[in-house]
């Protein structure tokens, strides 16, 4: 359980941190840096995706192995 709790964790640091690079590229004014700007948007996305999947996985087993 502690595993799953870890993974969820990093999962949403990730989320976090795809968000504060994909915020840094959004303030650059070239084609370069939008392209960067919508490849952290899209990482942010699929990350999100993965951690509510996570979350979700979870507190479901959590609630499942206390008797429920």
């Given at each position: 359980?502690?595993?799953l709790w870890?993974?969820?964790a990093l999962a949403f640091g990730l989320v976090f941190l795809s968000l504060i690079m994909g915020?840094?590229?959004m303030g650059g004014k070239t084609?370069?840096?939008?392209?960067r700007s919508n490849i952290w948007m899209r990482r942010r996305v699929t990350g999100q995706?993965?951690?509510v999947g996570?979350?979700?996985l979870t507190v479901y087993i959590q609630t499942k192995s206390q008797g429920g």
């Open positions: 359980m502690i595993i870890t993974l969820t915020a840094k590229n084609e370069e840096a939008r392209q995706a993965l951690a996570l979350l979700l």
